[in-house]
């Protein structure tokens, strides 16, 4: 068993390609980048070119937030894996909250997106999550079997191998309220449980589980500490070099 704990940052539609250079430079003073562990940041699409500039040299992966799954196409607004893999990013997150929500990204959706982001070989990174309403009716793992299931359509065990899953509880993201580190691997053990069932035991031990909600510098390690949180998933403790620095040079 083998998964390198993974550190990403989403800025959602937050920074400038200026503002991101500014950012990468400041990270680059304060962290040295550990060897035992993997940063990526989703950043807006307009900043992948000068994202990916910024951190050269470092051993940070750059993702995008988002993806149509046709490669080309009459589809206004639309930016393609093919597109996102030649600015130089290396993956992407696919059905955020945000977008399930506000966007309306469904679960064939997400499964299309993940199927062009493996196309174009960047690494997936599929957010699932319940809401509020679901978590206190009891609903959590059904509403999880149900979005790996719509989203993990079809994929095959080697198909997974560079697949990442995010848990992030809806009502921890942008909230302040984090699931306790015992309510969140309570759930990380249930989806590898469901990746051991879907796929096979091996995919359950190499599949990296993250935590994303309200994640800061002062509950990463905790979090962290539990068995099946194999990384984070930042969003406002992100957008600052010196409290994304923190939580990824957490103590393990
Ligand atoms: C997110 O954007 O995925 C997220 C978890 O946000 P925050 O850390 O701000 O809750």
């Known amino acids: 068993m083998s998964r390198k704990p993974l550190l990403a940052g989403n800025w959602k539609m937050f920074k400038t390609s200026a503002q991101a250079r500014e950012f990468f430079a400041d990270l680059i003073k304060l962290t040295q980048f550990k060897a035992d562990r993997e940063v990526a940041f989703g950043v807006p ?6 994202s990916v500039q910024a951190a050269h040299g470092t051993p940070v992966i750059i993702a995008a937030q988002d993806v149509y799954w046709e490669n080309e196409g009459a589809f206004t607004g639309e930016v393609s894996a093919p597109m996102i893999a030649a600015t130089g990013a290396g993956a992407v997150i696919i059905g955020h909250s945000e977008r399930r929500q506000m966007f309306g990204d469904t679960g064939e959706w997400v499964n299309k997106k993940v199927k062009a982001t493996l196309a174009a070989k960047l690494m997936p990174i599929v957010c ?36 990442v899953i995010a848990y ?23 989806i590898r449980k469901w990746l051991a069932g879907r796929f096979d035991q091996a995919v359950a031990d190499n599949t990296r589980i993250l935590y994303g909600g309200s994640v800061k510098p002062d ?14 998933l930042v969003g406002g403790a992100s957008l600052e070099a010196a409290s994304f620095a923190k939580i990824i040079d957490f103590d393990a």
């Open 45 to 50: 699409f307009p900043t992948l070119e000068a």
């Open 128 to 163: 699932v999550g319940e809401s509020l309403a679901e978590r206190e009716a009891n609903k959590t793992f059904d509403v999880l079997d149900t979005q790996l299931t719509e989203g993990l359509a079809g994929f095959t065990p080697a198909d997974m191998t560079t697949v």
């Open 168 to 190: 992030e509880p809806v009502w921890a993201i942008g909230t302040g309220k984090t699931a306790t580190p015992e309510m969140a691997e309570e759930v990380h053990a249930h």
């Open 219 to 232: 509950n990463v390690a905790k979090l962290m500490s539990q068995a099946d949180i194999d990384g984070a």
